[in-house]
């Protein structure tokens, strides 16, 4: 089974960006819906962005309001997540997940069955 490894994470002002990547390795993601999550201190893991195997669509949770961006390689197994205009909300842990032979949009709905190990982002001035 797939192993997945997130890097990226770190301390940013409101108003900045980061890139997180999420590198796989044991499989191909070829077949592999895949997505990030995020998790608050005190608060329920939730939904942020997915995206199909080909890398043809892409959903996003409704707070995102075109600030991120996911992306798929599949050349070199790996998925990032282009974060823009952060804001302190936006802190928390970020998983990223995935699933082989779903659809990016049903990751939307509830998560696959591989997890990173999640990276740390922290909005603050």
């Known amino acids: 089974q797939v192993q997945l490894a997130e890097s990226g994470g770190g301390l940013v002002q409101p108003g900045g960006s980061l890139r997180l990547s999420c590198v796989a390795s044991?499989?191909?993601?070829?077949?592999?819906?895949m997505g990030w999550f995020r998790q608050a201190p005190g608060k329920e893991r939730v939904f942020v962005a997915s995206?199909?195997?080909?890398?043809?669509?892409?959903y996003y949770g409704d707070f995102v309001k075109d600030r991120f961006t996911i992306s798929k390689y599949n050349f070199n197994n790996t998925v990032s997540l282009q974060m823009r205009r952060l804001q302190p909300e936006d802190t928390a842990v970020y998983y990223c997940?995935?699933?082989?032979?779903?659809?990016?949009?049903?990751?939307?709905?509830?998560?696959?069955?591989?997890w990173g190990q999640g990276t740390q982002v922290t909005v603050s001035s």
């Open positions: 997940n995935g699933h082989p032979n779903r659809t990016g949009s049903s990751l939307q709905r509830g998560a696959g069955s591989v």
């Open positions: 044991g499989d191909t993601l070829d077949t592999y819906a």
């Open positions: 995206i199909s195997p080909n890398a043809h669509y892409t």
